[in-house]
């Protein structure tokens, strides 16, 4: 998946960058890129920080700080897809980075871990896949009701 991620985005940037410059002119193009760099830099200096406050907060009151750490996450992700120069991995970066649409993407993100960790999941611990398979038979060892592994 990577891979292809690798392959395919530097290829639809091009395309954006390509359009976006028929549309108003190269220099206007590239001082619009310069501009959503400085202020995607910008916006990832005042969210990362308060990401950060909301952290250690949530630390140090002995809460458990998922959604700070996911948040956190996907400040740290949108402010390396604002590196990258071009109008799509600046669009998904703002997404991520946002505090009014970071909700979205932390549901998203939430859904994905959820997923992936119940398709991994032995059955015995609630979960549907893994390596004994859907229906908990497979190459390993079958539990009985008050077993202790």
Not at 97 to 103: G, K
């Amino acid at each position: 998946m990577i891979f292809v991620l690798v392959l395919v985005v530097p290829v639809v940037e091009i395309a954006a960058i390509i359009a976006v410059g028929k549309v108003i002119g190269a220099w206007p193009t590239v001082a619009l890129l310069v501009l959503e760099s400085l202020l995607g830099a910008w916006v990832v200096r005042h969210e990362g920080a308060r990401a950060w406050r909301a952290l250690t907060g949530a630390l140090h009151s002995g809460q458990m700080p998922s959604r700070e750490l996911a948040d956190a996450a996907l400040v740290l992700v949108g402010g390396t897809l604002l590196l990258t120069p071009g109008f799509v991995t600046d669009v998904v970066g703002f997404f991520f980075i946002l505090p009014f649409t970071r909700p979205l993407a932390r549901g998203f993100l939430e859904a994905a871990v959820a997923r992936r960790l119940l398709a991994t999941m032995p059955r015995r611990w609630g979960g549907g896949g893994g390596p004994r398979g859907p229906g908990g038979r497979g190459g390993g060892p079958d539990v009985v009701e008050g077993e202790v592994l």
